[in-house]
């Protein structure tokens, strides 16, 4: 099976500038989670898309937005970009279930790099 | 916010010996995962540990969890340059759908 796989690998933007990132799951996989990777803040969730819904939301502004598609696939879009955007985006996957909780694995795929200049 | 603090937050190693890479965290949660990511590239999976699980293996890789103590362990067994990368755990808190990331080890294994 392809892993998850995110389009596209890097960009750079300017400040005020919108961005879409995408992230393509793997088969099957019908959860959709989004992370930032900052040195100064680490890792942190942004989002969960499962069902064309999102189901949990981290503690990031309204500027950071996502949504899912039919087939599962995903977008993430980040609007008036700032410098502290700069940071690697990662998607994950996961079979996942429409229960509450889980224990399923998640598997990310290699990253998108967004620089703000 | 980060949960989980690792410790240590950097450990250097020679080629052939064991690593272990600690982690806390402080809510309840339902599992605890390990990943490991070379050079700011993508997450790999490395093993997933229930809460009601107390010991996993696979392959060079044990992993304990003491829910009683909210603690983790991870053991590398006999280590390989290949292992350089940073590792993470990451708890999935009762209730919450999202993983929360610890702040990570970065081992380096010396040939």
């Known amino acids: 099976k392809a892993g998850v796989t995110q389009t596209p690998r890097y960009l750079i933007k300017t400040r005020g500038q919108q961005v879409t990132l995408s992230c393509s799951p793997i088969s099957g996989h019908r959860s959709v989670s989004w992370y930032q990777q900052t040195p100064g803040q680490g890792l942190q969730f942004l989002f969960e898309y499962f069902s064309e819904t999102q189901r949990n939301k981290g503690n990031f502004p309204g500027r950071f937005s996502g949504r899912q598609f039919s087939n599962s696939r995903s977008e993430m879009n980040v609007s008036t970009l700032e410098l502290g955007d700069s940071a690697l985006y990662l998607c994950a996957s996961s079979l996942a279930t429409s229960g509450r909780t889980r224990t399923d694995t998640q598997y990310f795929g290699p990253g998108t790099r967004l620089t703000v200049l | 916010s980060q949960q989980g603090e690792e410790d240590p937050q950097a450990l250097s190693i020679q080629e052939g010996e064991n690593a272990t890479m600690n982690c806390s965290y402080k809510?309840?949660?339902?599992?605890l995962q390990w990943y490991r990511q070379n050079s700011g590239r993508g997450l790999v999976h490395l093993i997933l540990i229930r809460s009601n699980e107390r010991e996993k293996h696979s392959g060079r890789l044990r992993v304990t969890l003491d829910t009683s103590k909210k603690s983790s362990s991870l053991l590398i067994t006999a280590s390989r340059a290949a292992d350089t990368a940073s590792y993470f755990c990451a708890t999935e808190d009762t209730g919450r759908r999202a993983l929360t990331f610890g702040s990570g080890t970065r081992l380096q294994v010396q040939p």
């Open positions: 809510t309840s949660i339902n599992n």
